[in-house]
């Protein structure tokens, strides 16, 4: 619309008040700056009693509804260390009950009770014991067994305890590298115990 | 709902309620009305949660609920009160407000009337009277009677007020939309239980002998079963709003009047104003007609003022130019006024006016005040009549225009708008620059409480210490250490560290009060914008 009529501007900047050839301030690309330099310093705030006054009851005030019943927690919160300070922050945590008169009854709250959660875990008490039971059982049932096994076969008694002693040497030796449960074998390792017993003449020396 | 206050109902109810609160009344802030189950699917979180918090915002008065869309069949609907969350801000001012008139003993009932939203008389004067009793020196004890009166003089002007009866609450029975509400006459609401059963002494701190041990704690049983027999169950107050606000605006117009005439003026002012303070409805644009003989013999006798010299103040008053006193008629001695609305309205211009000084100069502010006053003006004529060079003057404008506090009119000489032929006039309209201020004051308060939580945020580590260190020695304290122990629990916050800590608890501390300071500002603000759409 401005451009119509082959290049007659119709609409001059002279009228709002900017001349010819006027030098305007640049044209600014970017948003403008989050904290832009003030060119006037704020007023200083109001200080004196009240102001410090009405400061105090402020936080007060935000202090002490941190800790009535109406601050909803999502969970209760989680302490990774029991802190010496919390048994000086009391939070009451009791829910307060409002006046269900006053209130849309569809907003009560509904308590699980403690019966519906008791009868579920009774039978798996009984049933654990059961299980524990019938388990010793095979398990006496089995030593049973081999036990018989064992008694059976006096013959290859003799053939056995070599067997058996053997089992013990690798039962001890066995022992010895289990003792410290590592891959090493104990011989490499020195005790340091034959350490003391060559510097019984020299007791002036210094034992490093 | 502006975004800013959206903003700003959120971190109040996040500081003041936790953050689930804070989700639930977000989103139905931004919906406006949903039912219970709408909202607890929106918003996620488990439906218990989502009650507790309806229950919660409905106690402190910021959420309602109504039968639905589909009639009273149909489920209940919950909508937010935003300008109750934004009284939250206020809250100091009321309590020091009444602690002004009415003492200790009725700061803290207001208080704790503020924190709990609404409560029975019984309950608070209990309360308050065992904080009261704690605060005393050893032996002496509160009586409950004092805070009875107290609590009787809030009421009786107002300050406090009982809580309307709830509408049928959510049982949707045929029998609940048959039976009509009980007549709620706006008398009731400030009438004061009589038959209440107290127990007249507040129990002392120590127990002194075993026969006082067992009277006490025969009266302790006595009061438990006492608890369901007070006499005002059901009967809660709360803390009525719109009169502090009443006392604010007469706080304000009386310090205006001092401020540009001087101190006996105002008394003058101060006297009409308490006259006509209960026969004045709330949103009237002025006060009931006053004689001068009437406010003559109303004056305080510390005073001394003539009858002639009254007369000669009231004639100054009525004829300057911010016109908070109008002249009515001519009977018994004249008939005198104050012009509320009229009062308000040079307030908040006198806001806007100090505002523009302050961010852009005294010069800036002659061309506002000049537009104010004038309306509308070209380019030359601004710079004529504010006396300012013509390229200062352009900036000035133009930078006022890019804020949004000035605007451009055009008045066109030609019916096709043609711009060579079109005046272009500078103007500025009060009221919807005031609404502007007012957003940018809730962006303001929104600016300066997330500053503070993030101050807090950055050093939490520090301060959990320094709470730490505070309990360890709070417990040594009680159990009677050493000097010598207590000062190396102290050592353990070394000096930058403790300077830090100083330097923090400097920040929150300009941080709040600049926050109490800009909540002036948008309560005389809103009293301006709210007195104009009546």
Same mark, same amino acid.
């Given at each position: 619309?401005?451009?119509?009529?082959?290049?007659?501007?119709?609409?001059?900047?002279?009228?709002?008040?900017?001349?010819?050839?006027?030098?305007?301030?640049?044209?600014?690309?970017?948003?403008?700056?989050?904290?832009?330099?003030?060119?006037?310093?704020?007023?200083?705030?109001?200080?004196?009693?009240?102001?410090?006054?009405?400061? +105090?009851?402020?936080?007060?005030?935000?202090? +002490?509804?941190?800790?009535?019943?109406?601050?909803?927690?999502?969970? +209760?919160?989680?302490?990774?260390?029991?802190?010496?300070?919390?048994?000086?922050?009391?939070?009451?945590?009791?829910?307060?009950?409002?006046?269900?008169?006053?209130?849309?009854?569809?907003?009560?709250?509904?308590?699980?009770?403690?019966?519906?959660?008791?009868?579920?875990?009774?039978?798996?008490?009984?049933?654990?014991?059961?299980?524990?039971?019938?388990?010793?059982?095979?398990?006496?049932?089995?030593?049973?067994?081999?036990?018989?096994?064992?008694?059976?076969?006096?013959?290859?008694?003799?053939?056995?305890?070599?067997?058996?002693?053997?089992?013990?040497?690798?039962?001890?030796?066995?022992?010895?590298?289990?003792?410290?449960?590592?891959?090493?074998?104990?011989?490499?390792?020195?005790?340091?115990?034959?350490?003391?017993?060559?510097?019984?003449?020299?007791?002036?020396?210094?034992?490093? | 709902?502006? =975004?800013?206050?959206?903003?700003?109902?959120?971190?109040?109810? &996040?500081?003041?309620?936790?953050?689930?609160?804070?989700?639930?009344?977000?989103?139905?802030?931004?919906?406006?009305?949903?039912? /219970?189950?709408?909202?607890?699917?929106?918003?996620?979180?488990?439906?218990?949660?989502? @009650?507790?918090?309806?229950?919660?915002?409905?106690?402190?008065?910021?959420?309602?609920?109504?039968?639905?869309?589909?009639? !009273?069949?149909?489920?209940?609907?919950?909508?937010?009160?935003?300008?109750?969350?934004?009284?939250?801000? *206020?809250?100091? *001012?009321?309590?020091?407000? =009444?602690?002004?008139?009415?003492?200790?003993?009725?700061?803290?009932?207001?208080?704790?009337?503020?924190?709990?939203?609404?409560?029975?008389?019984?309950?608070?004067?209990?309360?308050?009277?065992?904080?009261?009793?704690?605060?005393? $020196?050893?032996?002496?004890?509160?009586?409950?009677?004092?805070?009875?009166?107290?609590?009787?003089?809030?009421?009786?002007?107002?300050?406090?007020?009982?809580?309307? !009866?709830?509408?049928?609450?959510?049982?949707?029975?045929?029998?609940?939309?048959?039976?009509?509400?009980?007549?709620?006459?706006?008398?009731?609401?400030?009438?004061? $239980?009589?038959?209440?059963?107290?127990?007249?002494?507040?129990?002392?701190?120590?127990? *002194?002998?075993?026969?006082?041990?067992?009277?006490?704690?025969?009266?302790?049983?006595?009061?438990?079963?006492?608890?369901?027999?007070?006499?005002?169950?059901?009967?809660?107050?709360?803390?009525?709003?719109?009169?502090?606000?009443?006392?604010?605006?007469?706080?304000?117009?009386?310090?205006?009047? #001092?401020?540009?005439?001087?101190?006996?003026?105002?008394?003058?002012?101060?006297?009409?104003?308490?006259?006509?303070?209960?026969?004045?409805?709330?949103?009237?644009?002025?006060?009931?007609?006053?004689?001068?003989?009437?406010?003559?013999?109303?004056?305080?006798?510390?005073?001394?003022?003539?009858?002639?010299?009254?007369?000669?103040?009231?004639?100054?008053?009525?004829?300057?130019?911010?016109?908070?006193?109008?002249?009515?008629?001519?009977?018994?001695?004249?008939?005198?006024?104050?012009?509320?609305?009229?009062?308000?309205?040079?307030?908040?211009?006198?806001?806007?006016?100090?505002?523009? &000084?302050?961010?852009?100069?005294?010069?800036?502010?002659?061309?506002?005040?000049?537009?104010?006053? @004038?309306?509308?003006?070209?380019?030359? &004529?601004?710079?004529?009549? =504010?006396?300012?060079?013509?390229?200062?003057?352009?900036?000035? /404008?133009?930078?006022?225009?890019?804020?949004?506090?000035?605007?451009?009119?055009?008045? !066109?000489?030609?019916?096709?708008?043609? !711009?060579?032929?079109?005046?272009?006039?500078?103007?500025?309209?009060?009221?919807?620059?005031?609404?502007?201020?007012?957003?940018?004051?809730?962006?303001?308060?929104?600016?300066?409480?997330?500053?503070?939580?993030?101050?807090?945020?950055?050093?939490? *580590?520090?301060?959990?210490?320094?709470?730490?260190?505070?309990?360890?020695?709070?417990?040594?304290?009680?159990?009677?250490?050493?000097?010598? &122990?207590?000062?190396?629990?102290?050592?353990?916050?070394?000096? $930058?560290?403790?300077?830090?800590?100083?330097?923090?608890?400097?920040?929150?501390?300009?941080?709040?009060?600049?926050?109490?300071?800009?909540?002036?500002?948008?309560?005389?603000?809103?009293?301006?914008?709210? #007195?104009?759409?009546?």
């Amino acid at each position: 619309m401005a451009g119509r009529g082959r290049g007659h501007r119709t609409f001059s900047v002279e009228i709002v008040g900017i001349g010819k050839g006027e030098n305007l301030p640049p044209s600014s690309i970017q948003p403008t700056p989050l904290f832009p330099p003030l060119d006037q310093k704020p007023v200083p705030l109001q200080a004196g009693e009240e102001a410090e006054y009405m400061l +105090a009851l402020k936080q007060e005030f935000r202090g +002490a509804m941190k800790t009535l019943p109406f601050y909803i927690r999502p969970a +209760a919160p989680k302490k990774d260390v029991e802190r010496y300070s919390d048994k000086y922050q009391k939070i009451e945590t009791s829910d307060w009950k409002p006046d269900w008169r006053r209130f849309p009854k569809e907003l009560r709250v509904r308590e699980k009770r403690p019966l519906r959660d008791k009868s579920p875990a009774v039978p798996k008490q009984t049933k654990q014991p059961r299980v524990n039971k019938e388990e010793i059982i095979r398990k006496l049932e089995t030593l049973e067994q081999k036990e018989e096994e064992g008694s059976s076969d006096e013959e290859e008694g003799e053939k056995k305890k070599p067997e058996e002693q053997e089992a013990e040497g690798e039962e001890e030796y066995d022992e010895e590298e289990f003792e410290d449960e590592t891959d090493y074998i104990m011989s490499y390792f020195d005790n340091g115990e034959e350490f003391g017993g060559d510097s019984d003449e020299n007791i002036d020396e210094a034992v490093y | 709902m502006t =975004a800013q206050e959206v903003r700003l109902c959120g971190l109040l109810l &996040q500081e003041h309620f936790g953050d689930v609160v804070e989700k639930v009344g977000t989103h139905l802030i931004r919906s406006g009305v949903l039912t /219970l189950r709408a909202l607890a699917h929106e918003t996620k979180l488990p439906l218990d949660l989502v @009650k507790k918090s309806l229950c919660v915002l409905m106690q402190h008065g910021m959420c309602a609920f109504g039968a639905g869309r589909r009639g !009273p069949a149909g489920p209940v609907e919950y909508h937010i009160i935003c300008e109750h969350i934004l009284h939250m801000l *206020r809250y100091p *001012r009321y309590i020091y407000t =009444a602690k002004s008139l009415y003492g200790d003993t009725g700061e803290l009932i207001v208080e704790e009337i503020l924190q709990r939203g609404q409560m029975t008389m019984s309950s608070t004067v209990k309360t308050v009277a065992d904080r009261l009793t704690h605060n005393m $020196p050893e032996g002496q004890s509160m009586d409950y009677s004092e805070v009875v009166s107290a609590f009787s003089r809030l009421v009786e002007t107002h300050f406090l007020q009982r809580c309307p !009866p709830m509408a049928s609450a959510g049982s949707s029975s045929s029998e609940a939309v048959n039976t009509p509400l009980p007549v709620w006459s706006t008398r009731m609401v400030y009438i004061v $239980p009589v038959k209440i059963e107290l127990m007249h002494k507040c129990q002392g701190k120590r127990r *002194r002998s075993s026969e006082d041990g067992e009277a006490e704690q025969r009266a302790a049983k006595k009061t438990k079963t006492d608890n369901s027999e007070r006499g005002d169950e059901g009967i809660y107050w709360q803390v009525n709003f719109q009169r502090f606000h009443l006392h604010f605006r007469d706080q304000a117009i009386i310090s205006a009047v #001092s401020c540009k005439l001087d101190q006996t003026s105002s008394e003058i002012v101060r006297t009409m104003l308490r006259m006509s303070e209960v026969t004045t409805p709330a949103h009237a644009a002025f006060t009931q007609a006053l004689s001068a003989n009437e406010i003559f013999r109303a004056l305080p006798f510390s005073y001394n003022i003539a009858r002639p010299i009254l007369d000669q103040y009231l004639t100054l008053l009525v004829n300057d130019p911010m016109e908070f006193v109008g002249r009515t008629g001519d009977s018994g001695g004249g008939m005198y006024v104050v012009n509320l609305h009229r009062a308000l309205a040079n307030l908040a211009r006198a806001t806007l006016e100090s505002v523009v &000084q302050e961010r852009f100069g005294s010069r800036s502010a002659r061309i506002f005040r000049l537009l104010l006053r @004038k309306r509308h003006l070209e380019q030359k &004529q601004v710079e004529d009549f =504010a006396m300012v060079p013509a390229k200062e003057a352009k900036d000035m /404008l133009y930078t006022l225009l890019s804020e949004n506090l000035v605007q451009l009119q055009e008045i !066109p000489k030609t019916p096709d708008y043609a !711009p060579s032929r079109t005046f272009y006039l500078y103007t500025v309209n009060q009221l919807p620059t005031a609404r502007l201020l007012l957003q940018h004051c809730y962006k303001t308060v929104g600016n300066l409480i997330e500053r503070r939580l993030y101050e807090t945020k950055e050093n939490k *580590r520090l301060l959990e210490k320094s709470q730490q260190i505070e309990a360890i020695l709070a417990s040594l304290q009680a159990t009677g250490a050493e000097a010598a &122990q207590l000062t190396e629990v102290e050592e353990m916050i070394t000096a $930058p560290e403790r300077q830090q800590l100083e330097s923090l608890q400097h920040h929150i501390n300009k941080l709040d009060s600049s926050e109490n300071q800009v909540d002036e500002t948008i309560f005389l603000l809103e009293s301006y914008i709210n #007195s104009t759409q009546r």
